[in-house]
């Protein structure tokens, strides 16, 4: 028996790629991900908050400052990073935006250079003679495609680019639901009968556990080994932990 030499998915891999498929995947609007504003709110949102409890615990301060200053520093530094995320991508719109504008003036000022550089960037793709004036010609012969060509290949501009909103509200949610995870221990302490006898350390593991899987999580996403993108995270948010805690132990005589 002869072994098949074809790869396992390669069939669902050809339906796929149907002249019919294509054409509906390239007509489709452009979709964005929104995993770099997630990761970013998260690992933030559990670094910033035990950082404050390391600080808080390191000058021994007692279980209810911790918990106001990490609830404190979730709402307030929270909605700070997601305004950030939101002003700093509506910015990238705006640049955008401009270049555009900078282009389609440049195309209306001085056409013969603004060929020219389409014929410049063309030619070192490869394309020469006859087959390089006429991919000139097409590309020039509609404004919006030169602007588009231009942005893309002169400027190295996406064309579109994520919702400033979704990536604000996806940065506050993910700082939120992760940056909760290291005054757990201490709000269960607060309010129920049944204490925790080191909550800080219950809280250093939970938080360590939350680093651990977000790092995992994003490996599903990217082309990494979950274990590897774990320890990564992991690594990076016990760091500032680390160095939170120093201070508080430092300047722990003047509390």
Known sequence: ??????????????????????????????????LRD?????????????????????AGL???????LGLANLVGDGFSMA?????????????????????ESHITDYPEGEREEIRQIFAIKGFEGDQLEGVVDVITADRKR???TMLV???????????????????F?????????????????????VEIANPYAASTLLTAFAFFLVGASKSWFVD????RAGIETLAIGGGAAVLAYGVGLLLGGIA
């Open 1 to 34: 028996m002869v072994p098949s030499t074809t790869a396992p998915g390669s069939d669902d891999l050809a339906a796929s790629h149907t002249p019919e498929l294509i054409h509906e995947r390239l007509a489709a609007p452009a979709t964005h991900s929104y």
């Open 38 to 58: 997630f990761v970013y709110g998260a690992i933030d949102g559990a670094v910033t908050t035990f950082a404050v409890v390391s600080g808080v615990a390191g």
């Open 62 to 68: 007692s279980t209810g400052v911790i918990i106001v």
């Open 83 to 103: 305004a950030s995320n939101y002003l700093g991508t509506k910015t990238e719109e705006e640049l955008r935006r401009k270049a555009r504008r900078v282009e």
């Open 146 to 148: 030169w602007v588009d």
């Open 153 to 171: 290949e002169e400027l190295g501009l996406p064309l579109e680019g994520p919702s400033a909103l979704r990536a604000a509200i996806m940065t």
């Open 173 to 193: 949610i993910a700082f939120i639901v992760v940056g909760l995870i290291p005054l757990l221990a201490f709000i269960f302490n607060s309010v129920s009968s």
């Open 224 to 227: 990494q080994s979950w274990y």
